[in-house]
């Protein structure tokens, strides 16, 4: 298969993380025999710098033409704090999402098995949890009109859904529910919210084309207690932009490090995937940035092209890495290990590399290759 990937590695940890992403996709190309090109575009607060916006229209252009966005990071710590600054690095990626129509955020949690006693969770809430959470991406609190008065003293920002925008991502979710175990809770504010009581209305309704799916309702008050204290109820989480966004990072606890989270972004004709995390500007340039979420969402695009054995591959050679404890000091604060050993892993088992196989953790040290 060939593919046409823009790369936007953006700000912070960014381009480190994506590039262990590629190496992945590299590997799977050879190994496989698909031919994956990449292009590169700027993106967030390094396309303010460079080209005066944060998202060029040289960017968008190329996202629009290519099958699929691979997406690092975007932010930046001057950004956060001039909160009277008119052009924001979150700007190009909110444009993006509605230009690309990215309705829908996927993002799947299944704590690795090795993993388990980093949650800061107890072993017995941790293990056996699967869940995934459908977030609507294009509509709602982050896209409504926002006004604030001219002595800057009240301001407002509109919270609108239509049903169509609704529905949409509804669909997605109830379909997912039918090939996993068959449940889809919708999280909501329906009690004190008008647009949550309209999400209520139309899922009930779609829910009945789907009688072998049970729907059940949670508050996200309660929603946020419950992922922490019985995660292993939930299946399918279907929610609006604003509750999505708290919510699945919330729901990263559970793994023990926002790290190891992927996710994608889906529209009618373009996809999207990024890591969970953000920018973590305070990393930048150390080589200690975890770069599982990255490669996880490039396996990601990989099962969105029907590509699963190579997905399945790549999966493999993270539970390997974190078999062998070659991860980043996020998951072993003794680690010698950083982003790029840890990427070079990765991609060194899709390789099938034998010298993997007698890999030996005490003799190899950060810098070193020996593991290629």
């Known amino acids: 298969m060939n593919l046409k990937i ?17 190496k992945a996709l590299y590997a799977v190309g050879v190994v496989y025999e698909h031919d994956f090109i990449f292009e590169d575009a700027l993106v ?80 017995e809430i941790v293990e056996g949890v699967d869940f995934i959470i459908y977030r609507e991406l294009t509509a709602g609190l982050y ?11 009240i ?23 039918q090939n996993r175990r068959k449940k889809v ?3 909501d504010m329906a009690n004190v ?10 899922v009930k309704k779609i829910g009945a084309d789907y009688p072998d799916v049970t729907l059940d309702f949670l508050y996200a008050d309660n929603a946020a207690k419950q992922i922490i204290s019985n995660p292993k109820q939930f299946d399918v989480i279907l929610t609006e932009n604003l509750f999505g966004d708290i919510l699945s990072d919330e729901a990263s606890v559970i793994t023990g490090s926002i790290g190891v989270l992927p996710s994608a972004s889906l529209g009618e004709k373009n996809a999207l995937f990024e890591p969970v995390h953000g920018s973590y500007p305070h990393a930048k340039g150390r080589n200690i940035a975890n ?36 991860v980043t000091i996020d998951l072993n604060p003794d680690s010698k290990f950083g982003t790029n050993e840890v990427g070079e892993f990765v991609s060194n088992f899709i390789l099938n590399k034998d010298d993997l196989m007698y890999f030996n953790n005490d003799n190899v040290h950060l810098g070193q290759s020996t593991i290629v």
């Open 291 to 326: 770069p599982f979420a990255a490669i996880l969402s490039a396996a990601m695009l990989l099962e969105h092209f029907g590509l699963n054995e190579e997905a399945k591959k790549v999966y493999e050679g993270v539970e390997k890495a974190i078999e062998y404890n070659v």
């Open 143 to 153: 896209f409504g009109e926002k006004k604030i008065n001219e002595s800057g003293t």
């Open 193 to 202: 919210l008008e647009t949550s009581r309209l999400w209520r209305n139309v």
């Open 44 to 123: 967030g607060a390094i396309a303010i710098d460079k080209a005066g916006s944060p998202l060029p229209e040289q960017t968008l252009n190329l996202c629009l033409n290519t099958d699929a966005v691979l997406l690092g990071a975007i932010g930046d710590p001057k950004y956060d704090t001039d909160s009277n600054a008119k052009v924001r690095p979150e700007q190009g990626l909110l444009r993006l999402r509605k230009e690309l129509g990215l309705y829908a955020n996927i993002r799947p949690l299944k704590p690795f098995k090795s993993l388990v006693d980093v949650s800061p969770l107890k072993r």
């Open 155 to 177: 301001a407002s920002d509109l919270c609108e859904y239509t049903e169509g925008e609704i529905s949409k991502i509804a669909h997605l979710a109830f379909k997912s529910a």
């Open 6 to 22: 823009a790369v936007l590695s953006g700000d912070g940890v960014g381009p480190e993380v994506i590039l262990q992403a590629k």
């Open 185 to 187: 809770t919708l999280v």
